[in-house]
């Protein structure tokens, strides 16, 4: 799979098969996310995989799911198995602001789980601290975003945007992703 085919197909996913991912992938993403861009190279983030049960059971209460979606968190049988915990480290970007460095990251783990067959879903509506607790993280540490994974028991496809950004189910359970035309965001060529 090339890159751009990876960006198109990719999709967010929120309901996953309960088949465990290989832990040897997950180094991979972080592997991947370590190469992402950071400014002044100062490289702030750490990351943690979590696939223990108990702990990923226990991160679920401190996730809102799908905010346009009625019901929109996965069931229990639908559950990520695997979750990567994106850290801001203080002691190596002061200023406490990570998210060019995570977007970056995120992306780049997003892009590498979708050519391994991952499903992936960037979380950003959680409760920070009860996830610092829970992970029982350094003071130096913060948490700045959880990309949840697993294998996907979903499909989600990108629609052409009409009046509304609003993803929706289908009959069919289908997620549906309004996307604006490439004529919309592009300005001008010069």
């Not at 879903?121 to 607790?133: H, P, S, Y």
Request: net charge negative; with cysteine.
């Amino acid at each position: 799979m090339n890159v751009y085919d990876a960006i198109m197909e990719r999709r967010t996913i929120r309901k996953f098969t309960q088949e465990k991912i290989e832990t040897d992938k997950l180094i991979k993403l972080v592997d991947c996310a370590r190469m992402a861009a950071y400014g002044a190279n100062l490289q702030p983030l750490k990351f943690m995989i979590i696939q223990s049960k108990e702990i990923l059971d226990e991160l679920f209460d401190f996730i809102k799911w799908a905010g346009y979606l009625e019901n929109g968190a996965p069931m229990e049988e639908e559950r990520p198995t695997a979750y990567i915990a994106v850290l801001g480290d203080c002691t190596l970007k002061a200023s406490g602001n990570y998210e060019v460095e995570a977007g970056a990251a995120v992306t780049t783990m997003m892009l590498a789980a979708q050519e391994e067959g991952l499903a992936t879903c960037w979380l950003g509506a959680i409760n920070r601290e009860k996830i610092k607790q829970t992970l029982k993280l350094e003071e130096n540490l913060s948490v700045v975003y959880l990309l949840a994974l697993g294998y996907p028991a979903q499909k989600s496809v990108a629609d052409k945007m009409t009046d509304s950004v609003k993803y929706y189910l289908d009959k069919n359970n289908v997620l549906h992703v309004p996307k604006r035309s490439l004529d919309e965001v592009l300005v001008k060529c010069l």
